[in-house]
């Protein structure tokens, strides 16, 4: 079992740098991607070397729902086809854990398999409700697989009315290994449209 660090100051520093995220204005973003569902944004990141993407798109049901899919546990493996494991390494409380998953390898392997080890915590927020999560160093991989790291990252979800949400999205993460940044920014857009596709229709389930 890896040493785990004070978690208590580590939500309170990562739900400030997610709030600061989601108070930047429009002209702070770059248009990425923009597909039928979802529209991606980026920005230099200021925790390593690569990008802050802001994902966002409307999904049918309400947000407790949709952030119980998305948050770990045994509804985000039910349906997410990107995660090939996952193992909830500690139970902080009812609202907060750290958990261990590996990914499936992208862009016909050029990104091989991916092993995670994430803190990550949901709370309310206005008339919805915010998960935060952040990679924590822990025991080296033991999957075989490349252990990659997720700066403070995010999924906000509030209602637009009865029937449907607005789910925004902060992601960025450090691949690890030696993988081009192009390469980077293409399989996030092509996961970020996957994984709204796929998440609204295990919600009509």
């Known amino acids: 079992m890896g040493t785990l660090p004070d978690l208590t ?5 990562l739900e400030s740098t997610i709030l600061s995220y989601h108070s930047l204005e429009e002209k702070d973003w770059t248009l990425a991607k923009k597909l039928d569902t979802v529209t991606a944004w980026k920005r ?11 994902v966002q798109g409307v999904v049918m049901d309400t947000p407790q729902r949709i952030i119980d899919h998305i948050r770990p546990g045994p509804c985000r493996k039910e349906w ?5 494991s996952l193992e909830i390494v500690e139970t902080v409380d009812k609202d907060s854990c750290v958990v261990r998953y590996t990914t499936a390898g992208l862009l016909l392997n050029m990104i091989s398999p991916r092993e995670f080890v994430d803190f990550g915590f949901v709370r309310e927020y206005e008339n919805g409700l915010l998960f935060c999560g952040k990679s924590i160093p822990y025991e080296p991989s033991t999957s075989g697989c490349v252990r990659a790291f997720n700066h403070p990252c995010a ?8 029937s449907q949400s607005l789910l925004i999205g902060y992601l ?7 993988v081009p940044q192009f390469a980077v920014e293409s399989a996030m857009a092509n996961t970020m449209g ?12």
């Open 155 to 162: 999924w906000l979800c509030v209602p637009v009315d009865e």
């Open 172 to 178: 960025q993460t450090d691949l690890g290994g030696l």
């Open 80 to 84: 997410d086809k990107m995660m090939t």
């Open 194 to 205: 996957s994984f709204y596709t796929e998440l609204g229709k295990v919600l009509k389930k």
């Open 44 to 54: 230099p990141s200021t925790e390593f070397n690569g990008y802050l993407v802001k």
């Open 9 to 13: 100051e580590l939500r309170t520093k």
